[in-house]
């Protein structure tokens, strides 16, 4: 351990003591009234039994007091601070008091003053605070770097929230190293669904989740958890994806009500199709901007031989033959929109995708029977498409399964969860061929990929044919989940994901070129603006500040492909092997503290 | 200055580019130029900067479509394309590094095997009992490579991570990845110290042992002669010469492209003089170090 000298001067020891001190007193402060009357959301009113923001501040708290016990090196609990073991602490105890002092001050507003106030919010809030205060005590994990001028009090702040990289794990037995996968996965699902079942109406919650979730993470990350877990993901990766599949698929089991699932049903939408778009913009590197207009392709597509009355073609095909039609369908658009302009590079494929994009829906508009031909009624939208029959089961209805009753969004996510499964399985399979590799190839150097040998053009069609297959797929379901298409689901922007910009920024939000990474994107894009409805007006403004704050300081996305990962960051690596012939190529030497 | 290689007599012709021109607009690049390389021989191709020789090879490669002439491979004319003139069997590297910086090692030589296999998006997909196969056999093969250039214990190294030298290798690696019969080296010495420049004469000796013909662009002259069994020279977009080291080496036109012509009337004898002196009155009057006076007249005499 190295002895910084911390931020607030205290001996360590009593630092220590006095976090977990604070983090017990705000623990215990969970457990009184926070306020008199029911009307704040989640009813923090009842002693002895926490509620609403009050588990926040309660987790939040036990977290605090394992990572504080963790300093003091018990037997046991080293497991769980592998990288950093003081700046976990730090980050814990200000998700404490984050989320206690913005309960206190949304109290404080809502119910108008302070007054309303109970001892219970003193309590846990004064706790929080000196856990706060004291951890800031606990001497800094990373050094301080030597050179340069004498760092200023935010920068040994930023500094006390640094931690080491870490090493290798010691290797576990199989089935232990699968447990902790499961466990791992069991948890994320607990999280989503307690996520997901926050009600709509109380937004108070839902910012409290944001705020105890990201510094919670933030300091799992730290402590180096997060790292081992990403090492055992990319160990055993087929073990990762199908428990991955089966936390997807006890979602709709966890839920009593259709409202939640319906959500849970739409992120998969979004997710799949933002994955399929993660073939074009991630693998092979072409910035599409009007990816929306396949998925809505292969949505009309089902739409028109669902069987809907007010489809012009009127006929009704069997739910395979529909998704093959509409993923063929999605396959001759992208490739006759793929054809000439994927001859273009860069910001120019952007742009002319764009056009493309914003083509396909004023077209529908117009094809009316008016300004067009009448395919696809216009502004309109085809409505009323029937429910899927599939083996017997009628998707509209709810079925009892046992105690679990499945409402008609479980039903389609469950189908949409064999959609997924195969654009997660395209992915990955074609990602990791000769195919995804001349993909990557052209991405990184177009020139050199083709005096390789890479047909750059059939390649790029192939990528972009792909996607549009994916999207089509995605959509040829989600036709059948909203009962009607319309063309202002499919334009470049709008307040309801998935449209191109929400999914661009989905996979850049979690991370090019990764398979989870679009999925974590989606669920924050979806979740955030439909649980916080209240900011509607302003969604597009704060979407394009948190893009912008994004690219400032993680330009690599939520999730880092390794590749990313170093490609971003090398600066802040230690160099270890300066090679002083080749300035550029400083950052010879990072690859093993790096990778 | 030894030549160590040993010519080997066979007459196949694997490269045979004859009237090759290049114009951008006016500007005349590469002027009617005639090569050939010949099975198991290694020919350097030199030529002060602009020369147009990096041209000549983006007009072998396919990168540029010649203006006029026409290059042919092994008896059949390449077409201008340039992923189906390294399938045909000509693999290139760059002046400027370019390898997939954001790949792996193994992963860049992996590309350079695309030309030699076949399985497309539904081997992939599917995986199809062929591809696991075709799979192995490609790494093995890139393994085979990466061994083959020393740089194996490196196989999971981001490219953009290695050092110079070792990126350079890289390159000719991924460009032996797709079993070229001709390979063009652009500038492989570029930036490299003596000793790194002779692990790399000894690297295409190596390849040339293989029964590849290599194409050499070089400013090396040490390296250049040392290693070639035949040096062209081209000069403003047009042949100067071809043949051997001595040939080219102790050829006034290639020392005057060089180096540039002595005065018209100025005898060598006559202005070496009137340096000395010149140095001579400098000392003795500033009491400067001469120097500074010496580089800029030898300067100005080039």
Known sequence: ?595 | MTTMTTTTNTTTTVLDASGVTMRFGGLTAVRNVDLTVNAGEIVGLIGPNGAGKTTFFNCLTGLYVPTEGKVSYKGTVLPPKPHLVTKAGIARTFQNIRLFANMTVLENVLVGRHTRTKEGLWSALLRLPGFTKAEQASHERAMELLEFIGLQDKADHLARNLPYGDQRKLEIARALASDPGLLLLDEPTAGMNPQETRVTEELIFAIRDQGIAVLVIEHDMRFIFNLSDRVACLVQGEKLVEGTAEVVQSDERVIAAYLGTPFEGAPGAEEVAEVEAAEAEAVASTGTSPKDTTTTEEEDTR
């Open chain 1, 1 to 595: 351990m190295t002895t910084q000298k911390a931020l607030i001067p205290l001996p360590a020891p009593i630092a220590r003591i006095a976090t977990a001190t604070g983090a017990a007193v705000a623990l215990a402060g969970t457990f009184l009234p926070w306020t008199w009357t029911s009307e704040f959301p989640g009813d923090l009113t009842v002693t002895g039994y926490p509620g609403g923001l009050q588990i926040l501040t309660l987790t939040a708290a036990i977290l605090t007091l394992l990572f504080t016990l963790c300093g003091y090196g018990i037997r046991g609990l080293r497991w769980l601070t592998p990288g950093g073991t003081n700046s976990p602490v730090r980050l814990l105890a200000l998700a404490t008091l984050g989320t206690t002092g913005y309960t206190i001050g949304a109290i404080a507003y809502e119910l108008g003053g302070v007054v309303n106030l109970e001892p219970g919010a003193w309590v846990s809030g004064i706790g929080a605070l000196i856990a706060f205060l004291a951890a800031l005590g606990l001497p800094s994990d990373e050094p301080l770097p030597a050179d340069g001028p004498p760092a200023n009090a935010w920068q040994r702040f930023r500094n006390s929230l640094a931690a080491p990289s870490v090493g290798r794990a010691k290797p576990l037995p199989g089935w232990g190293e699968i447990l902790i996968i499961t466990a791992a996965f069991a948890v994320a699902l607990y999280v989503f669904t307690y996520c997901i079942d926050i009600p709509t109406e109380e937004s108070e919650q839902f910012i409290g989740f944001l705020i105890t979730a990201g510094f919670t993470f933030t300091a799992l990350t730290r402590a180096g958890i997060i790292a081992r877990i990403t090492a055992l993901t990319t160990k055993h990766r087929n073990v990762t994806l199908i428990a991955a599949l089966v936390a997807a698929f006890c979602f709709p089991f966890t839920q009593d009500t259709a409202e939640f699932t319906l959500i849970g049903a739409n992120i998969l939408i979004f997710a799949t199709v933002a994955l399929g778009l993660n073939v074009v913009v991630g693998l092979a590197g072409l910035l599409d901007l009007g990816y929306v207009a396949f998925l809505g392709v292969g949505a009309y597509t089902a739409a028109l031989v669902s069987g809907a009355p007010l489809s012009a073609i009127g006929v009704q095909f069997p739910f395979w033959a529909a998704v093959l039609t509409g993923a063929a369908v999605s396959l001759i658009f992208g490739v006759l929109i793929g054809a000439p302009t994927l001859r273009l590079r860069g910001d120019y494929l952007a742009i002319v995708t764009l056009g493309f994009g914003e083509i396909f829906r004023v077209t529908v508009n117009n094809l009316n029977g008016n300004s067009g031909p009448d395919l696809t009624n216009g502004s309109q939208g085809i409505p009323s498409i029937p429910d899927l029959n599939l083996f017997g089961i009628d998707f509209g209805l709810s079925h009892d399964i046992g105690p679990f009753t499945l409402s008609r969004p479980a039903n389609y996510y469950l189908l949409l969860l064999v959609v997924t499964a195969v654009v997660v399985l395209v992915f990955r399979r074609s990602g990791d061929s000769r195919i995804g590799r001349a993909w990557v190839a052209i991405r990184e150097d177009e020139t050199a990929a083709t005096a390789m040998g890479i047909n750059a053009f059939r390649l790029k069609l192939l990528a972009f044919a792909l996607g549009a297959t994916l999207a089509g797929l995605a959509g040829t379901v989600q036709s059948h989940v909203s009962y009607t298409v319309t063309p202002e689901q499919y334009q470049f922007a709008g307040p309801v994901p998935p449209n191109s910009a929400f999914l661009l920024a989905a996979v850049i939000l979690g991370g090019m070129g990764t398979l989870s990474g679009p999925f974590i994107g989606a669920a924050l894009l979806y979740l955030i603006p439909a649980k916080l409805q209240f900011m509607q007006d302003y969604q597009l403004l704060l979407f394009g500040i948190a893009l912008i704050l994004l690219m400032r300081f993680r330009p690599e996305g939520l999730i880092a492909d390794r590749r990313k990962q170093l490609e971003f960051h090398e600066n802040d690596e230690p160099v270890l092997v300066p090679e002083p012939r080749q300035p550029e190529e400083a950052d010879a030497g990072i690859t093993k503290a790096g990778a």
